[in-house]
């Protein structure tokens, strides 16, 4: 536009200047030159913009379909995803049906040009951190005080408060093992962040010490997490940490926080409970096949506490999905959780990201 300008002026100028003089005869010739020469001129630079904004166009839709294409195909994989989830297990074959999934190097959808890949990760090998708040901790109305551990009541509520312990400890000694300094003291103030109550954890059967206080409200979530991700909000945590909890620790709402020996990292297996050759060992069943229920059943012998806090089985998992075209490439994260009943697995969706 500012060359249209420059032209413009240049041409009224020298019109100007004829208009002053008269136009000679002379001049006629070399004035239409200058005629033909601007209007050529004029209509480059017109032809030029309108390219120019052409061009932008295109590229903005090309976005906006590459975009729209990506998201459509990484939906499409969290539905492929979900429905081997449900296939039944097969006892006899150490891959289940979403591990020999999860080997395919790229997932063929009709008509899709890009690449498209797809992960089904099991979380049921982690501790899920919201297993440290108590009934009475999470939930509002309770009879009970918020840091106040059940000594009477229903049987139900006593057995939740004892779990809730129990994952504490379990948590504790994860985090030392992953060389957190402190650990019973950063299990507490997670601990702050989780409950309803604006005081500090305290507890007679767990040492760690809060740092919550009626002032501070506003500084602490004071809810259930749904994401490892959130607990970076959280005040007081050593640097790093989050990055090193990844492997281990899971969130999600639910009540199942049982962990999958299956699947469970050496550490996490050492935090729930087994001795260190036990841990070994387990690690080293899992590379000939999957360990039965009968097994765990020999392995948690004498222990109620291992009994109540390992399985064989996964019902958590995270599908991740990366569709790319062109132009543009979309995530997809998704939180499932597999339910079995009447014979069959339903795989539920609890939470869908797509960036």
Do not use: C
């Not at 005629?35 to 295109?58: G, P, Q, Y």
């Not at 000939?288 to 004498?302: H, K, M, N, V, W």
Request: aromatic letters at 6%.
């Amino acid at each position: 536009m500012s060359r249209l300008k420059k032209w413009l002026k240049v041409f009224l100028d020298i019109y100007k200047k004829n208009i002053d003089v008269g136009f000679k005869k002379p001049n006629e010739k070399g004035f239409a030159l200058l005629m033909v020469v601007f209007v050529i001129a004029l209509a480059t630079i017109i032809v030029t913009s309108f390219s120019s904004e052409t061009f932008a166009f295109i590229r903005s839709n090309r976005t906006i379909s590459d975009g729209l294409e990506a998201e459509l195909a990484a939906r499409s994989a969290l539905t492929l995803a979900l429905s081997i989830l449900e296939l039944p297990e097969d006892p006899s074959t150490p891959l289940q049906p979403w591990q020999m999934f999860n080997s395919l190097p790229s997932v063929p959808i009709p008509g899709y040009q890009g690449e498209l890949r797809v992960q089904i990760i099991d979380e049921g090998g982690k501790i899920n951190i919201n297993s440290i708040v108590s009934s009475n901790d999470a939930f509002p109305g309770s009879s009970l005080g918020s840091n106040q551990i059940a000594g009477v009541g229903s049987g139900i509520t006593q057995g939740q408060d004892e779990a809730s312990e129990g994952w504490k400890v379990a948590l504790a000694s994860l985090f030392a093992q992953l060389g957190v300094q402190a650990s019973e003291n950063t299990v507490a103030i997670i601990h702050d962040n989780l409950d309803i109550d604006s005081i500090a954890h305290q507890s007679s059967t767990f040492p760690g010490r809060g740092i919550e206080t009626p002032s501070t409200t506003g500084l602490f979530l004071n809810k259930q997490i749904k994401s490892i991700e959130e607990l970076s909000r959280v005040q007081g945590l050593p640097p790093g940490f989050l990055q090193r909890l990844g492997p281990h620790v899971r969130a999600g709402i639910g009540s199942d926080f049982r962990v999958n020996i299956n699947t469970a990292s050496i550490q996490v297996l050492k935090a729930i409970g087994f001795q260190d050759q036990e841990a070994a060992e387990i690690i080293n069943k899992r590379a000939a096949g999957s360990i039965a229920p009968e097994e765990l059943q020999q392995l948690t012998r004498g222990s109620a506490s291992l009994a109540r806090n390992a399985t064989t089985n996964s019902n958590n998992f995270r599908i991740l999905a990366r569709a790319k075209t062109v132009s543009m490439t979309k995530w997809l994260e998704s939180d499932v959780i597999v339910q079995s009943g009447f014979g069959k697995k339903v795989a539920s969706v609890r939470r869908t990201r797509v960036y």
